[in-house]
């Protein structure tokens, strides 16, 4: 199983940035999808996910209105798109999928991790 993330970078508040998650190795199809995000001193936290059809997207208040989440199942890729960005916005992004069957929202309990994306906003 492989979790691949790219897109992440240095912006300036203001800007945008398009990560990507490549999945591999499992039914991506199958899973809920989520991007959780490590920023510096923190502890992990979910940001967004997304129903397995990719029709219910999930967001904390923060993120609202600024990212986007969305899934092709085709591709089996996770992509998030994230508008407006502050500098709180920084930090390590992490892709995960989750198995649970009976829960799919920003507290999903991941099966499966990334590597992570370092996102840098200043």
């Known amino acids: 199983v492989q979790l691949v993330e790219s897109g992440g970078g240095s912006v300036q508040a203001g800007g945008s940035l398009r990560l990507s998650c490549a999945a591999s190795?499992?039914?991506?199809?199958?899973?809920?999808m989520g991007w959780f995000r490590q920023a510096p001193g923190k502890e992990r936290e979910g940001v967004a996910a997304i129903d397995t059809g990719g029709r219910m997207p999930f967001y904390t208040d923060a993120s609202n209105g600024r990212f986007v989440i969305s899934r092709d199942n085709a591709k089996n890729t996770l992509y998030l798109q994230m508008d407006s960005l502050r500098p709180e916005d920084t930090g390590v992004y992490y892709c995960t999928s989750s198995k649970d069957q009976t829960y799919c929202g920003l507290s999903l309990s991941p099966t499966y991790w990334g590597q992570g994306t370092q996102v840098t906003v200043s």
């Open positions: 190795g499992y039914t991506y199809s199958s899973y809920c």
